[in-house]
């Protein structure tokens, strides 16, 4: 196909899944409407055909009326075209004409429809407004879902897909998504969803270049486009020049030549030229992100987030529910740590039916364990469904957001009468599981001392810890620049939380971004710091890092440190100091990429 | 007003920055669905129904365009007058 008569487009969306890569389109559900059968109604069996068509109408309304209920709402602005389709389900000139037409003609449902939409895109075709022949999109949209639920096949049949080629859709469900051939698929591209959406979560953990949100795509491409996805930057090409063309070519060869570097080494372990071993874990969201997790040599989970089975539905989980999740987690992890974080919703991730949208500082407000111990009912039915999966391989429980102490003793007290219920009903679960609490309000850490003594490990959420210690909201424009994970603060508070963990005999994990850098491993490290738990991707070029320090180097260097008052001091003598080993590490080419 | 001297017809012009679109169009349908009788736009001679949004989109009609609804019977007068509202107000956009 030529593309040179065609300008260079280039789409901004969210960047969920990092890479580059280059090929063509092929929109999701566009295909394959054209082989569509004709043959004769008997004039017996025309009311039957009719009901045919009607109620495929009414399926593909309600699913449709279910993807707008579930929508979450940072994409409610989409909706309004939702809610326009909704209304062309059942438009005259598409429900009506068909009818008409079966009546007619006597011929099927899937002949008649496909009569009237070509009829109908012709009409919008000779329009000489170009967003009125856009519209002709949504109708054939619609009328496409009516013929799936009339022929009955699968919403959308990815595994069928033959070539390579790039996936374009106005979203894809879970299901969908799971249907993804790593040897077809190059990268994908959605009009809808973000960066916590379950296709991100899949893209990342099947390493392949993914940008959502773009509104557009699906208008703008066509089946066999040239585009290019930069999951990296989240942006996507259309119709690249050919410079455009050999830039990110180069770009893409560069990224593939640094991961297979990185990630040759990725199951060595990660211990330091001295000899000391530290444990690299992975944060996850989703069952489905364990393969990475083992593929990029992490040594076990230190942080589950749960939250994503509470989001983009219309009820609290069963406890069956949950524990069947936690359960494929941890039977692919043993005998590796899963360590398990209960509910921790927050100001961004609220949920619409357990949310109060009066709320007017929900950063500190009601979240975490706060919400759970107000809910106790529905943090019971968690409780159960992760002690039941601490049956099948080793699991840790981690409670979010303790700001005192009281909290720690009232969430182990619902801990215990959840034991105490299965114990009743017979159901086995491990009597001695872990128990940690997060550590990222400031005076969870000041009382860690206290807090040591009710727990078993201690789990650094450096992202809401800075935010919360320095008083700044990283998403605030204004001030986002205040948000310093090196600020001589920060250091001070990790190192009397490390500090308060080793005299107790409690372990201290680091599991916010803090620990996926691998510019912060001489300082986490010198502070004693030997558990790390980060995404997935990380892991490897973590491990590496720390393969290449020597420990008791980095006690003497965190003095130096310590003694610094501002972070561009503390950036100074950790570049003066080990600049070259973390060039080496490819360092620069993590950031520019 | 040229029409005034028919009650069942009125004279409006587009006034939202995007005309006649598909979600200004599914707001006139939702009014629509009420009526008892037909309702009608016209524009340029070109008559669509207005209770669908595909006959209304293909009047094609941007900001600024005159177009002219009408309706058949006087029972749908509280309608008429809605939609002229909804359509002056430029739909509320």
Redesign the interface.
């Given at each position: 196909m030529d593309h040179t008569d065609k300008k260079e487009i280039r789409l901004k969306g969210i960047n969920v899944s990092p890479g580059i890569c280059i090929g063509k389109a092929y929109l999701v559900g566009k295909e394959g409407v054209d082989v569509v059968n004709k043959y004769y109604i008997s004039q017996d069996n025309l009311q039957n055909e009719i009901k045919r068509f009607k109620s495929a109408v009414k399926r593909a309304k309600d699913n449709l009326q279910k993807i707008i209920e579930t929508t979450p709402e940072e994409l409610r602005q989409h909706i309004?075209?939702l809610?326009?389709h909704k209304?062309?389900y059942k438009?005259?000139?598409?429900y009506g004409k068909t009818i008409e037409t079966m009546e007619k003609e006597l011929v099927n449902a899937e002949w008649a429809l496909k009569q009237v939409v070509s009829n109908?895109k012709r009409?919008?075709d000779n329009?000489?407004?170009s967003?009125?022949q856009g519209?002709a999109a949504?109708?054939v949209q619609v009328s496409e879902s009516i013929m799936q639920n009339l022929v009955g096949a699968k919403a959308l049949d990815i595994g069928a897909i033959r070539k390579r080629v790039i996936l374009v859709a106005v979203d894809l469900s879970p299901a969908e998504t799971s249907q993804i051939q790593l040897e077809k698929i190059k990268g994908l591209i959605t009009d809808l969803g973000g960066k916590t959406s379950h296709t991100g979560i899949i893209a990342r953990s099947l390493e392949i270049p993914a940008v959502l949100g773009l509104e557009s795509a699906t208008h703008l491409i066509k089946n066999d486009d040239i585009i290019i996805v930069d999951g990296t930057a989240g942006c996507v090409i259309v119709h690249p020049t050919d410079q455009t063309l050999i830039e990110f070519g180069e770009r893409q060869s560069n990224y593939e030549r640094y991961k297979a570097v990185i990630s040759r080494s990725s199951h060595l372990p990660a211990e330091t030229v001295d000899g000391i071993k530290l444990d690299v874990l992975a944060n996850i969201e989703l069952p489905e992100e364990v393969v990475s997790v083992i593929n990029y040599g992490g040594d076990g989970i230190g942080l589950y987030r749960t939250e994503f089975q509470y989001l983009s539905r219309l009820q609290f989980p069963d406890e069956h529910e949950l524990f069947d999740n936690y359960k494929d987690v941890v039977e692919v992890m043993a005998p590796r740590p899963v360590t398990i974080r209960t509910l921790d919703i927050s100001g961004d991730k609220g949920l619409s039916y357990a949310s109060d949208p009066d709320e007017k500082n929900p950063v500190l407000g009601l979240r975490g364990i706060r919400y759970c111990l107000k809910n106790p009912d529905v943090f019971k039915i968690q409780l159960r469904a992760v002690l039941r999966a601490s049956a099948y391989g080793h699991v840790r429980i981690l409670f979010p957001m303790i700001s005192r102490h009281e909290e720690v003793l009232a969430a182990k007290k619902l801990l215990a009468n959840a034991a105490d219920s299965l114990d009743k009903e017979g159901i086995d679960f491990n009597n001695d599981i872990e128990v940690g609490i997060m550590i990222e309000v400031p005076s969870a850490a000041i009382m860690a001392d206290v807090m040591a003594k009710d727990i078993d490990f201690f789990s650094i959420g450096t992202n809401d810890l800075i935010q919360y210690s320095l008083a700044v909201d990283r998403v605030n424009r204004q001030v986002s620049h205040l948000y310093q994970s090196l600020n001589p603060a920060i250091i001070r508070i990790i190192k009397h939380v490390a500090d308060v963990a080793r005299n107790n005999n409690v372990e201290a994990c680091i599991c916010g971004e803090m620990a996926s850098d691998p510019m912060n491993m001489p300082i986490l490290l010198g502070l004693g710091i030997n558990r790390l738990s980060m995404n997935p991707q990380s892991i490897p070029i973590i491990k590496k890092t720390i393969r290449s320090l020597n420990f008791k180097d980095t006690g003497l260097f965190i003095k130096d440190v310590l003694k610094e008052t501002s972070e561009t001091g503390i950036m100074e003598i950790l570049t003066g100091t080990y600049g070259n080993i973390l060039q080496d590490m490819g360092y620069n080419l993590i950031k520019v990429s | 007003m040229n029409n005034s001297e028919n009650e069942l017809s009125r004279r409006v012009i587009i006034a939202n920055d995007?005309?006649l679109?598909?979600?200004s169009?599914?707001k006139i349908?939702?009014l629509v669905q009420n009526a008892k009788f037909n309702v009608w736009i016209i524009k340029d001679g070109k008559k669509a129904?207005a209770?669908?949004?595909?006959?209304i989109?293909?009047l094609?009609s941007?900001k600024g365009s005159t177009i002219t609804v009408n309706i058949d019977d006087r029972s749908d007068l509280e309608i008429l007058n809605n939609l002229v509202q909804l359509i002056e107000s430029g739909f509320g956009e």
């Open positions: 309004h075209i809610e326009t209304v062309l438009d005259k000139m598409l109908v009409m919008f329009m000489t407004d967003y009125l519209r949504d109708i | 995007l005309g679109h598909a979600r169009a599914s349908v939702k129904d209770s669908s949004i595909i006959d989109l293909t094609a941007p």
